[in-house]
């Protein structure tokens, strides 16, 4: 019976390894380039080999509204080492509609409309706001809550007392494992329009 069970754990750990192998290898073959994303805006951004960190966003989610500050504060604090991307799923936006968001909002982050929905499907973003980053080999390292404000829509904190966003950049940076990968995100649902 004790050899049975560590054949079994044995067994598991082999399949874990492998699926988590298998997922990480995907994203090998990501390129920003290889989404036909409209950019909004005129400015430039470099599609270098840095971690890229997407936030998926809609302008008339309230919670994105809310978090633009935050946003705006991370692409300053980690434009210069991370690829930032502010990314409009679906066809429900016109350029025009994100350029006053991106107006009304103080938004510096480069916006990108995703009309296909070709790159939220890849990275299987769900509601808006969520963020997924890449490490510069681009393996996933986190996905989904930029932080604890929300506990469940309609169920706001004062404030958040933990940051996953930051400190997944923070420790990814810093070449760290990254402690958290994965918090389910609370938002507005996306839809394929």
């Given at each position: 019976?004790?050899?049975?069970?560590?054949?079994?754990?044995?067994?598991?750990?082999?399949?874990?390894?492998?699926?988590?192998?298998?997922?990480?290898?995907?994203?090998?073959?990501?390129?920003?380039?290889?989404?036909?994303?409209?950019?909004?805006?005129?400015?430039?951004?470099?599609?270098?080999?840095?971690?890229?960190?997407?936030?998926?966003?809609?302008?008339?989610?309230?919670?994105?509204?809310?978090?633009?500050?935050?946003?705006?504060?991370?692409?300053?604090?980690?434009?210069?080492?991370?690829?930032?991307?502010?990314?409009?799923?679906?066809?429900?936006?016109?350029?025009?509609?994100?350029?006053?968001?991106?107006?009304?909002?103080?938004?510096?982050?480069?916006?990108y409309i995703d009309s296909a929905m070709s790159l939220t499907h890849?990275?299987?973003?769900?509601?808006?706001?969520?963020?997924?980053?890449?490490?510069?080999?681009?393996?996933?390292?986190?996905?989904?809550?930029?932080?604890?404000?929300?506990?469940?829509?309609?169920?706001?904190?004062?404030k958040a007392t933990a940051f996953y966003l930051q400190d997944a950049?923070?420790?990814?940076?810093?070449?760290?494992?990254?402690?958290?990968?994965?918090?389910?995100?609370?938002?507005?649902?996306?839809?394929?329009?």
């Amino acid at each position: 019976m004790f050899l049975v069970r560590i054949l079994l754990i044995i067994l598991f750990l082999f399949i874990a390894r492998s699926v988590s192998s298998q997922v990480d290898s995907s994203f090998l073959k990501f390129r920003v380039a290889d989404f036909n994303l409209q950019k909004v805006q005129d400015d430039q951004i470099k599609m270098d080999n840095r971690s890229s960190l997407f936030v998926f966003l809609s302008p008339e989610c309230p919670l994105c509204k809310g978090y633009m500050k935050l946003f705006d504060s991370i692409y300053n604090q980690y434009k210069e080492h991370v690829n930032i991307y502010g990314v409009f799923p679906g066809k429900a936006y016109s350029t025009s509609d994100i350029q006053s968001f991106a107006s009304e909002y103080s938004v510096h982050i480069p916006l990108y409309i995703d009309s296909a929905m070709s790159l939220t499907h890849y990275l299987n973003a769900a509601v808006t706001p969520e963020a997924v980053l890449l490490n510069d080999k681009n393996e996933l390292v986190y996905k989904g809550a930029i932080d604890n404000l929300l506990e469940g829509l309609g169920k706001r904190k004062i404030k958040a007392t933990a940051f996953y966003l930051q400190d997944a950049l923070e420790q990814s940076l810093n070449n760290k494992t990254v402690v958290i990968k994965s918090i389910k995100a609370v938002g507005c649902k996306i839809n394929e329009y």
